[in-house]
């Protein structure tokens, strides 16, 4: 809120930054303030300003850049997290309740399946219209990439090999750490 002397027409600003900012001269002016208007007041508070049928509308119109393509490979990998982290949570709770061993290899051998199949999904391709990739959109998109496939390998190794269920729980878990490694991103 604006007010240059006391007693005076008050006029709202929506500036960003300087960018609309009328007081600083430094800036070409731009219309980001409401029309001056005296208060009603009866002499000690003030009550409303009379605009009546004449409010004020300010628009705000922003562009921003499209980086979907780079949101939706960290939504992908945090999915897939999230899918290991309900898999090691039943699996957690099988074990602290002495249900039977098949019962929790299952748990475990069904973790890891879905883990195999998460890893399958390709991650969010860029488009013309996204943002032009940058070097290190590139390498990190190939870092992943060769991470998904790794740890897939990894986890169909585990899942035809492992004996001990504990073990199992630990690759589970590497497996969820090393995802959200690769979940962030540095460009937001």
């Not at 007041?41 to 409303?48: A, E, F, N, T, V």
């Not at 628009?59 to 979907?68: A, F, T, Y």
Request: hydrophobic share 35%; net charge negative.
């Amino acid at each position: 809120m604006i007010e240059e002397k006391s007693d005076g027409p008050i006029e709202f600003e929506i500036s960003i930054g300087n960018h609309g900012n009328k007081l600083d001269e430094s800036v070409t002016p731009c219309a980001s303030t409401t029309p001056p208007t005296n208060p009603v007041s009866d002499g000690l508070h003030y009550y409303y300003l009379p605009w009546a049928d004449d409010k004020p509308c300010t628009m705000v119109d922003s562009q921003w850049e499209d980086i979907s393509f780079r949101l939706g490979a960290v939504n992908l990998l945090l999915r897939i997290a999230d899918h290991l982290e309900r898999g090691i949570s039943h699996l957690m709770v099988a074990i602290k309740a002495n249900l039977p061993i098949e019962t929790q290899a299952q748990l475990a051998i069904s973790s890891l399946d879905e883990f195999i199949m998460d890893c399958n999904h390709p991650l969010p391709q860029w488009e013309p219209e996204n943002i032009p990739q940058n070097e290190m959109d590139i390498h990190l998109r190939k870092l992943r990439e060769d991470q998904l496939n790794t740890l897939r390998e990894q986890a169909i190794n585990t899942r035809e090999t492992v004996s001990e269920i504990d073990d199992a729980l630990k690759e589970l878990k590497s497996y969820r750490e090393t995802i959200l490694n690769l979940a962030i991103e540095g460009k937001h």
